[in-house]
């Protein structure tokens, strides 16, 4: 069982470098959606799709592009790297009806310089 | 907003010892209530949920309770083991939202 898996588990950029961490999931999961998690401020929504062709914005978008052309994969693009993108990011997944219940990826270590 | 308050932490305790995480809530409407926890390297998983005002939920031990009248979703579990040390996210949902809003986390050690 693959679930969800996440691409690269570990990245360093330099300020201003643009990088795509990848994420694919194999349960025909209609939700998708991509978390930061920083110390003391928990797992902040960044993107979020119900589906291909649909995504939407979540409490922190700035910064980051995403596309679904696909059910199985929710890349999330990096145009510009900041320090202040410097976090773990998460890729979870759900069935369309969403219940809270997300399926998460082991995550991605993302240091900027 | 939404929001989403854990106790502070780090919490430290002994095997078999008694544990609560308190979890409180600011909500509009009648949000689910989640607590997922994070072992060390991986991702999070579903612990256990409530969906409605006085549901228990529970699971390998741990329970909470979704108090309305307390805006509270605590965590217990009545006797640690070594293999619960991890970090416990507590979570809501809102009635019709399509989002999870996660509170800091707790990191859990629990020392033989």
């Known amino acids: 069982n693959a679930g969800v898996t996440q691409t690269p588990k570990f990245q360093v950029l330099k300020t201003g470098q643009s990088m795509t961490l990848q994420c694919a999931q194999d349960?025909?999961?209609?939700?998708m959606s991509w978390y930061r998690q920083d110390p003391g401020m928990g797992l902040r929504l960044i993107h979020y799709?119900?589906?291909?062709?649909?995504?939407d914005q979540g409490e922190v978008p700035n910064g980051y592009n995403v596309s679904r052309s696909t059910t199985e994969d929710f890349p999330l693009r990096l145009l510009s790297a900041a320090p202040s993108q410097t976090s773990v990011y998460f890729c979870?997944?759900?069935?369309?009806?969403?219940?809270?219940?997300?399926?998460f990826g082991e995550g991605s270590r993302l240091t900027v310089l | 907003g939404d929001s989403v308050t854990q106790m502070e932490g780090p919490v430290t305790l002994s095997e078999e010892a008694f544990l609560t995480i308190n979890c409180t809530y600011t909500a509009t409407g009648y949000p689910s209530l989640f607590w997922y926890v994070q072992y060390p390297g991986e991702g999070l998983q579903l612990l256990l949920k409530?969906?409605?005002?006085?549901d228990k939920g529970s699971n390998k031990g741990f329970e909470a309770t979704y108090r309305k009248e307390t805006t509270s979703f605590h965590l217990e579990k009545g006797s640690v083991q070594v293999s619960d040390s991890a970090v416990y996210f507590c979570?809501?949902?809102?009635?019709?939202?399509?989002?999870?809003?996660f509170g800091e986390g707790t990191q859990l050690t629990v020392n033989p």
């Open positions: 349960m025909n999961h209609e939700y």
């Open positions: 409530a969906t409605k005002a006085d």
């Open positions: 979870a997944s759900s069935y369309l009806h969403f219940t809270g219940e997300l399926f």
């Open positions: 979570a809501l949902s809102p009635t019709s939202g399509s989002r999870l809003t």
């Open positions: 799709s119900v589906g291909a062709g649909i995504t």
